[in-house]
């Protein structure tokens, strides 16, 4: 009822105002001419009409102001008033918090950039970026909030550019310049607006009753490996040390790409004492599945997330997992939280380590793998529903990003990306075979081999070595080639000698 007396309230306003404007339209064109008056009097009369056109205008804006109300009222873009009314805006100045004083240079909130096809950010993984998902929505959502700020003047303006920060106590703030679309010497040239998106009382979607099952219900690991003993190994040993001594909340599920091979079946054979000795050690379970066929990450995962069963569940839950992984029982706690069959998966962003750095989260060792998509939490039933990994990927990488996408397409499973200090990816040296990759799968290993190398200061003080061993090369070759060209003929063994030296550190 409310929003039906709205837009009929509307749809007079905007009747009143065209009725409005036809009367001074009428004034205006039918005026009687006063033939014989008096200069003073036409000049009265120049100037009642200037009035008369004025007003004219802004009846013209006001009709336009109306009948966009009553468009955006149609498509639903303003709420209905019988489901909330908006706070008047002294009661919302009450709720909104005083800004916060900055003590030092490190306090201060920058601001990021945008304008109407990129944002700019230095604190973004991509620096420049387009607008997309909810960023397009915004863009368009607080333009149009600006413009409205300009009130009778919005439609001589055009917006260029704008600057948005956000304040975690008061809310998103914006800086918006509206530019004159044609300079008419009346109007600003340029106009900025300043407002504020307040952050207000905090509303509870969900306490989730589901703490004792963070605590106790188990865990499928599903670990896909082909080769790579000693770094099994290290992975058993790291596991073993996270864990109670007295079994664990965690069952281990090995699918093993084997060779025929006499190294390899050395190496499968190491695979299954370790598994064994860890069992009797620490009492976790594990299931240990051999495929005669290239190794395929998909593939690994899949088969091992169709045979994980659980005698306290008919649904598992499943963390798709690397051997170059190490995690913590808070890891374990937060995929089981993040987790929900039926409503959510938890991809962390996990942190990867640089060469040569302790294994510490903290920023000189490395960095957030924020595209890594490759370790997931998430029940077996979302997966068969999703229908398992891409059967047309083999080798390294990409099945991840194609299972991510269409959990995203999904539309009921919600994706939890977050950053988490409990998982942690070892640095290791990576064989990157374009014989063996497809041109795709091939520049993502070379990437991802070149991210990880070191920080920005280690990869330039390795550039700034090779230089100086370049300059004292090229100083030995000159000083060489100077004692040739002075040495007398008659020392032609010698000279030789300093030929070959300088040849030497030519090559």
Request: glycine residues 8%; hydrophobic residues 40%; aromatic residues 8%.
């Amino acid at each position: 009822a409310g929003s039906t007396m709205r837009t009929r309230s509307l749809v007079l306003a905007v009747w009143l105002g065209l009725a409005g404007l036809s009367v001074v339209s009428v004034l205006l064109l039918f005026r009687p001419a006063r033939q014989g008056s008096a200069p003073g009097m036409r000049d009265s009369s120049k100037m009642d009409v200037a009035k008369l056109q004025m007003e004219n205008e802004v009846l013209k804006e006001k009709v336009r102001n109306m009948e966009s109300m009553l468009l955006s009222s149609k498509r639903g873009d303003v709420a209905p008033g019988d489901k909330q009314e908006a706070l008047p805006a002294c009661d919302v100045q009450k709720h909104i918090h005083k800004k916060y004083q900055p003590q030092g240079m490190r306090e201060v909130l920058d601001w990021e950039s945008f304008d109407s096809a990129h944002v700019f950010s230095w604190r973004r993984h991509w620096q420049v970026m387009g607008h997309i998902g909810n960023s397009r929505i915004e863009l368009q959502q607080v333009v149009q909030q600006g413009l409205q700020q300009l009130g009778q003047t919005a439609h001589l303006y055009k917006w260029v550019h704008g600057n948005v920060r956000v304040d975690q106590l008061r809310g998103v703030e914006y800086l918006l310049d509206f530019q004159l679309k044609r300079d008419d010497g009346v109007h600003p040239k340029y106009r900025r607006v300043n407002f504020l998106r307040p952050i207000m009382q905090a509303l509870v979607q969900e306490i989730d009753p589901s703490g004792d099952r963070a605590q106790s219900e188990l865990v499928h690991v599903i670990l896909p490996l082909s080769g790579r003993a000693t770094m099994f190994r290290s992975f058993m040993k790291s596991l073993s040390s996270v864990l109670p001594a007295k079994g664990a909340a965690i069952h281990l599920v090995v699918i093993y790409f084997a060779e025929e091979t006499p190294s390899d079946e050395a190496n499968r054979a190491a695979v299954e004492e370790l598994l064994e000795h860890y069992k009797t050690s620490n009492g976790f379970g594990f299931t240990f599945k051999v495929l005669m066929q290239p190794f395929s990450r998909g593939a690994g995962l899949e088969a091992g997330a169709l045979i994980a069963h659980s005698d306290r569940t008919p649904n598992p839950l499943l963390f798709f997992c690397d051997v170059d992984m190490k995690f913590t029982n808070d890891f374990l706690y937060r995929c089981r939280m993040n987790a929900v069959a039926g409503k959510r998966m938890y991809f962390p962003i996990v942190f990867s380590l640089y060469r040569n750095k302790p294994q510490v989260v903290a920023a000189p060792n490395g960095a957030w793998r924020n595209y890594g998509l490759g370790m997931v939490c998430l029940y077996q039933s979302d997966f068969k529903d999703l229908h398992g990994f891409s059967k047309t990927i083999t080798g390294w990488g990409r099945e991840d990003v194609d299972f991510y996408e269409r959990v995203v397409r999904h539309g009921t499973l919600e994706v939890i990306r977050a950053v988490d200090d409990g998982i942690m990816h070892v640095f290791h040296e990576k064989i990157c075979d374009e014989n063996t990759l497809t041109e795709d799968q091939f520049k993502d290993c070379i990437g991802s081999m070149a991210d990880w190398e070191g920080t920005k200061v280690d990869l330039g003080k390795m550039i700034a070595g090779y230089k100086l061993n370049v300059n004292r090369l090229e100083a030995q070759l000159k000083d060489l080639q100077s004692k040739a060209q002075e040495a007398p003929n008659a020392e032609g063994g010698q000279e030789g000698e300093q030929d070959a030296g300088a040849k030497a550190i030519q090559r």
